[in-house]
């Protein structure tokens, strides 16, 4: 099918090597992750403040993102029942471990986690079935998870993604960071040389090829970041990966869970409304300029509520209550909502479907 080779992790294969990118708050359910696993990719859940939408989220929000990772896997394999379906679970999550652990019991085929670097995550796993797949955003912190994995618990990744500085949502890389590679950092676009990430790229696959050796198998390396379309896919392949993680592509479909205002939201932005902001997760961010970030600049919103669901949160200091933020974007209310979106969210034209845009990226249209 194609002119792409499956992708293959452990047990697991995916005959089209696309992973769709978890998005939470709401954006990453099991309409989206099911519709991808049936086309042939690997469908992500984002557990961040997944269960929004259960009657008692806001007296008991840990106890509703629990049940609700269960639920969200069910249906999506009800849509896609061989299909390949996972989680993305960030490490800044508030009992972390809890979150990895239910995931696994509910039959997850993959975790991948980022937001921090998952140096525990093989402990929650063991004695399952469950691959796992740390993020990483640079040569430095791939070497820290697989140095730490292999003298802690004796293993090596399942698989490794990188993502990049033109990712959507949190991004692993500061402020500097980002500006020195070129990507936009302020309200005015940069020009992004790419040739100087895609030699840290290149360096990954090289370590992670160390220990691919020393385990004696294949460990898949997956780049993410600024993937729109089948010429983004292919300079992918060209630098040695074995497969891409999408995201922002698929908020535009038919089958993804968020509400129609958040997809008209990417098809209106211009370039220029597309801009890096600080989190209160730590990290920056990257997400469309609206009248809720243009007021966030000026002040600061009440926050007269917190959930609880960052590990390290204080709300006297934080620029905004993020789960009320996101969970506002994943109910539609956009005018006091934080648009996460990768840096091509500008491009979005039309709404699609997930099985036309698998199609387009595997370069089979």
């Keep these: 099918m194609g002119i792409l080779k499956p992708l293959k992790i452990g047990e697991l294969t995916a005959r089209r090597p696309i992973v769709q990118g978890g998005m939470g708050v709401g954006i990453s359910l099991s309409s989206l992750a099911g519709a991808v696993a049936k086309a042939g990719g690997i469908g992500i859940i984002s557990t961040a403040q997944i269960g929004f939408r259960e009657p008692d989220f806001e007296e008991d929000a840990q106890g509703a993102n629990l049940r609700a990772i269960g639920r969200e896997l069910k249906k999506a394999r009800e849509i896609s029942p061989e299909g390949i379906i996972g989680f ?8 972390y ?29 063991k004695g399952s079935k469950t691959r796992i797949a740390p993020i990483v955003s640079s040569v430095k912190s791939a070497m820290v998870i697989c140095k730490m994995w292999d003298r802690k618990y004796h293993v090596a990744p399942d698989a490794v993604v990188v993502e990049g500085p033109l990712a959507g949502g949190h991004l692993g890389f500061s402020v500097e960071q980002l500006s020195e590679l070129g990507a936009d950092t302020d309200d005015v676009p940069k020009t992004y040389r790419r040739d100087e990430y895609d030699k840290e790229v290149k360096g990954i696959i090289a370590l992670v090829k160390e220990y691919a050796a020393k385990y004696g198998r294949h460990i898949p390396v997956i780049t993410a970041g600024g993937i729109y379309d089948h010429q983004d896919v292919m300079h992918q392949m060209e630098l040695g990966v074995d497969g891409v993680q999408v995201a922002t592509r698929f908020v535009t479909t038919e089958e993804c869970d968020a509400p129609m205002a958040y997809k008209q939201a990417y098809i209106d932005a211009k370039k220029e409304d597309i801009v890096i902001t600080k989190s209160p997760v730590g990290m920056p961010g990257r997400a469309i300029k609206n009248p809720f970030l243009r007021r966030v600049g000026a002040e600061k919103p009440v926050i007269d509520k917190c959930y609880k669901c960052l590990e390290k949160c204080n709300p006297a200091a934080i620029p905004y209550c993020i789960t009320k933020a996101l969970v506002n974007a994943a109910r539609g209310n956009e005018d006091e909502a934080l648009l996460f979106c990768g840096s091509n969210a500008y491009r979005a034209t039309k709404i699609e479907t997930v099985d036309a845009v698998m199609r387009e990226l595997c370069g089979e249209c």
């Design 97 to 125: 471990a809890e979150y990895v652990k239910e995931a696994v019991k509910a039959g997850a085929d993959i975790i991948i986690s980022g937001a921090g670097l998952p140096v525990n995550l093989p402990e929650y796993v």
């Design 88 to 95: 993305n679970i960030m490490v800044a999550t508030r009992n």
